[in-house]
């Protein structure tokens, strides 16, 4: 191999080295926005079984979704393991990296549009701060019913999640 073209290919393989955390990094803050537009798109509307919510995501980004769901309405349909205490309801998109500086920004915002969220109420008992919780709080919506929102990092992953209460939620936390 000849001087000029050891050269050559050197200077393409430094190229490709360079290239690759910024597209690595252009992927996952390409992700984290997807996940971050569609959990505020999605998680947010009633009426959806877990069937209906994936069709929809899907369709807004890609199939297979680039970010974990976590979706269930037991007013809708049953599922087969176990509850979170008073939890009726889950929506929760989980992706790569830190980004929850950026998804409670996003949130703020989407909380905040008509028809506005809620309102701010101290957290339930059903709920606690984990160890890497970016945002926690109880919200109070229409018709007595009380939503929780949460971002966080959890194993290296962002997570975004709102969850809604039975109406008899303080009855099942009563000791």
């Known amino acids: 191999m000849t001087q000029r073209l050891r050269r050559m290919w050197t200077t393409i393989a430094t190229g490709i080295a360079m290239a690759m955390p910024v597209a690595a990094h252009a992927t996952t803050a390409t992700v984290a926005d997807t996940a971050i537009s569609t959990f505020n798109a999605w998680c947010f509307k009633a009426g959806l079984t877990q069937d209906r919510m994936r069709a929809n995501m899907e369709q807004a980004t890609t199939e297979p979704l680039p970010f974990g769901l976590t979706f269930w309405d037991v007013s809708l349909e049953p599922v087969n393991f176990d509850l979170p205490l008073g939890v009726e309801r889950r929506c929760e998109v989980a992706f790569d990296g830190d980004h929850t500086k950026q998804a409670i920004d996003a949130l703020r915002v989407q909380m905040a549009t008509p028809p506005i ?31 929780i929102v949460h971002v966080g990092l959890r194993d290296g992953q962002t997570f975004m999640a709102v969850d809604r209460l039975f109406t008899n939620w303080k009855e099942l936390v009563q000791p």
């Open 117 to 147: 969220f809620g309102f701010q109420i101290d957290l339930p008992a059903t709920h606690k701060p984990l160890p890497e919780t970016a945002l926690i709080e109880g919200r109070e919506l229409l018709r007595n019913r009380v939503a």
